[in-house]
């Protein structure tokens, strides 16, 4: 079994010491172990998944680990948003000190973003902090949570409040997986593909508006190629501000806007976080429009785009009544705000940039067009 059994892009990540490789194939989950065995150290992996996830995937991963002769455990936690918590943290942790994995171990998070998050934050506090890799399993955990190291949990105060900057030893991701994932969840991964080329990368935008019907189709090397971009674009923007100092809010294009609106819609199933992201994208770029950073071609090529693979473009799609101003209440609590101001992410298709000191009645205006429809 050799390392390279499959790998059709390699993205290094560079981030000195803490520097790793995101691998992304065609089938790597069948020679997991190859791609394991060079960043463990010691043979004993936990994988951590979801109940869906582990119904479809968990047997092939332990199988691929077990033929490596690596020893596997598993914790097998419930799907959805509601497990990045505080109780299935702790739950989690006691359950890892149980099986007695120690600080030379591994966890694995084979699953969406959910399951990255929450496992990337176990292995930062578990010991004082022990390996982790990601098997990110859905389109927006491949294409963005998986990579670039921020874990975390949710708290009743708001999403991702709780958590930890912490890096994982590889990411491999195997296309392969995105067969089973529902079409809903691939096209809200999809947004954060879409993200890339609206921040910087213009040509980028151009590819995915020829090719875009072909990776939310299920064209392998469609995926393989827009998966590959998206990591590079997040691998470069991390290794320049790791700890988001700066450039890293680039990453939030669309986010304050699909936060809010994700908020208002209570995390039930409403509103994905990737749907959330593509309204909030149109909602930055019609603000941006209305100060004179963007043009009305850049709006019409974006919602078009949108709409054509079938995304949501507007907050009056979402079929729940909206409130501008519990909007903008919500805003001004996301994390991104500094010194009491929200910071917005505006500029035309590839040319986003951090903006403080936006007039809040203009934002209200956009809320209120984007919530008429
Ligand atoms: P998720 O983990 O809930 O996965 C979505 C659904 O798809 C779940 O029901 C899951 O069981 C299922 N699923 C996943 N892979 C599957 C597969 N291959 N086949 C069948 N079903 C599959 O959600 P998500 O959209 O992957 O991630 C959202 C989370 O990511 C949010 O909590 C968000 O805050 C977080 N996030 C984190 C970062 C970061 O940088 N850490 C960035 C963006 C988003």
Not at 189 to 201: Q, R, S, T, W
Not at 210 to 229: I, M, S
Not at 290 to 298: E, F, K, Y
Request: glycine share 12%; aromatic share 4%.
């Amino acid at each position: 079994m050799t390392e390279n059994r499959g790998i059709l892009h390699t993205v290094p990540v560079a981030l000195g010491k803490r520097s790793y490789d995101i691998v992304i194939g065609d089938g790597l989950l069948e020679s997991l172990g190859a791609h394991v065995t060079p960043v463990i150290r010691q043979k004993r992996v936990t994988i951590i998944t979801d109940e869906n996830v582990a119904a479809l995937h968990l047997e092939a991963a332990r199988k691929a680990l077990e033929n490596a002769g690596i020893r596997v455990d598993d914790v097998i936690l419930p799907a959805g948003e509601a497990t990045k918590s505080y109780s299935q943290l702790g739950a989690l942790l006691d359950t890892l000190l149980a099986l007695g994995v120690e600080r030379k171990d591994t966890l694995l998070a084979l699953g969406g973003g959910v399951i990255g998050d929450i496992t990337g934050f176990a292995a930062a506090v578990l010991r004082r902090g022990i390996d982790f890799i990601q098997v990110p399993t859905s389109l927006l955990a491949q294409v963005d949570s998986s990579v670039g190291g921020k874990t975390g949990i949710n708290t009743s105060f708001g999403k991702n409040l709780i958590g930890a900057f912490y890096q994982p030893r590889r990411v491999i991701i195997d296309i392969k997986l995105l067969a089973t994932l529902p079409r809903r969840e691939l096209l809200a991964g999809y947004a954060e593909v879409v993200k890339y080329g609206l921040i910087d990368n213009p040509a980028f935008f151009s590819w995915l508006e020829e090719n875009g019907t072909a990776v939310t189709d299920g064209d392998a090397h469609a995926q393989a190629y827009a998966v590959a971009e998206s990591c590079k674009a997040k691998a470069r923007i991390v290794a320049e501000d790791e700890f988001e100092a700066g450039k890293r809010a680039l990453l939030n294009l669309g986010h304050t806007f699909g936060h809010a609106l994700e908020a208002e819609c209570g995390y039930d199933g409403t509103l994905l976080h990737g749907e959330g992201v593509a309204i909030g994208m149109m909602m930055a770029l019609e603000l941006s429009m209305r100060m004179g950073l963007a043009n009305p071609a850049d709006l019409a090529r974006a919602s078009g785009h949108l709409e054509a693979v079938g995304l949501k473009t507007k907050a009056a799609h979402i079929g729940r009544e909206l409130d501008a101003d519990k909007l903008l209440s919500h805003m001004a609590q996301d994390k991104k705000v500094d010194a009491g101001e929200i910071v917005f992410i505006l500029g035309p298709i590839g040319g986003a940039a951090t903006r403080k000191g936006i007039d809040l009645d203009l934002v209200r205006q956009v809320l209120h067009s984007s919530i008429k429809g």
